[in-house]
């Protein structure tokens, strides 16, 4: 696609269900990260995928939240038993790699009710 | 890690005029200063970037100033219109994961 994809745009859910939003970055982008923007707030890194390296997970908040990518273009963030605070605009971006510019997606608005 | 400073958290300016966001960061190690416009309901969008070894990028009615000594950078728009009303971040980033500010919201009344 032209751009960063991600679905669902919008999703309410009940606390303590889990959830799974999906990122479908720029074709030919090695580089993947998803980033979490709570109101008001700025962005809050989670987790960075290169390549086939293994995953940069040092800003997952909990062990409740996870992400995988496949074949090094999609990715899925879960997020296991929500709560009400991981109500947010959960962001996915992509990248060439380091040192090239990042281009984010619309962004997932999570509610949790 | 990196930690980013921006300010104002607000910044109400008249059409026409100029405004000006400020940045500060801590780890001299960054070398890579991203602007990013974030409109309501959007994803953000890149604006501007400067790299360390530049100390000034302009982009038309968009600027951006690099001081690595004093570990600060600004961006600078001129003549602001109602339509560059939006949320700015800056970041800095000594790796590949960019550290952000919390974001300014410009506001630009006709």
């Known amino acids: 696609g032209a751009g960063v994809s991600q679905s669902p745009s919008n999703k309410v859910t009940e606390k303590g269900k889990d959830v799974e939003l999906r990122c479908d970055p720029i074709?030919?982008?090695?580089?993947l990260y998803w980033y979490r923007q709570s109101l008001g707030q700025g962005l809050e890194f989670l987790i960075y995928f290169q390549g086939n390296s293994a995953p940069d997970k040092s800003g997952l908040p909990s062990d409740r939240f996870s992400a995988e990518r496949t074949g090094g273009s999609v990715s899925t963030l879960t997020i296991q038993r929500t709560q009400q605070e991981d109500s947010a605009v959960y962001l996915c971006?992509?990248?060439?790699?380091?040192?090239?510019?990042?281009?984010f997606g619309e962004g997932s608005w999570l509610t949790v009710v | 890690g990196e930690n980013v400073e921006q300010h104002p958290s607000t910044l109400s300016v008249q059409e026409g005029d100029s405004a000006v966001i400020k940045c500060t960061y801590s780890d001299s190690a960054s070398n890579y200063f991203p602007w990013y416009k974030q409109e309501l309901g959007k994803g953000p969008q890149l604006i501007i970037d400067?790299?360390?070894?530049?100390g000034e990028k302009k982009d038309q009615r968009i600027a951006v100033t690099l001081n690595k000594t004093a570990k600060h950078f600004s961006l600078h728009i001129t003549e602001t219109q109602p339509e560059d009303s939006a949320v700015y971040f800056c970041?800095?980033?000594?790796?590949?994961?960019?550290?952000f500010g919390r974001g300014t919201s410009l506001i630009v009344h006709p």
């Open positions: 400067i790299r360390s070894n530049v």
């Open positions: 971006a992509s990248s060439l790699g380091y040192g090239n510019t990042i281009y």
């Open positions: 970041a800095a980033s000594p790796s590949y994961i960019p550290t």
């Open positions: 074709s030919g982008h090695t580089a």
